[in-house]
Nanobody
């Protein structure tokens, strides 16, 4: 069964950091573009970042640019989201998503592009 599992969420003070992990089981991520999304209460799910299967292309929402970094380790079948300088407005459930693609240097933050989704991990930024 193909599955994505996120981990690394938690409670952090403003200005703090967290690293989220997204591990795949049942399939390899080598040929998949990966996206990180977040959903805050009362808001639509937002595309935060994405990375192409080649890792050459990354993209970030303006709200996180310069603070978040997406990366991947295909040997570990895992994608990461390093989040620095966290602010209360970053509070949300964070999801990773994957889609197999032949476009090795392309990724998208559009949620309907993705096929596989994790269950989400809560990130709370509060003092």
């Amino acid at each position: 069964q193909s599955q994505l599992v996120e981990s690394g969420g938690g409670l952090v003070q403003p200005g703090g950091s967290l690293r989220l992990s997204c591990e795949a089981s049942g399939f390899t991520l080598d040929d998949s573009a990966i996206g990180w999304f977040r959903e805050a209460p009362g808001k639509e799910r937002e595309g935060v970042s994405c990375i192409s299967s080649s890792a050459i292309t990354t993209d970030y929402a303006d709200s996180v640019k310069g603070r978040f970094t997406i990366s991947r380790d295909n040997a570990k079948n895992t994608v990461y989201l390093q989040m620095n300088s966290l602010q209360p407005e970053d509070t949300a459930v964070y999801y990773c998503a994957a889609v197999r693609t032949d476009l090795r240097h392309s990724c998208s933050r559009y949620r309907l592009m993705y096929r596989y989704w994790g269950q989400g991990t809560q990130v709370t930024v509060s003092s």
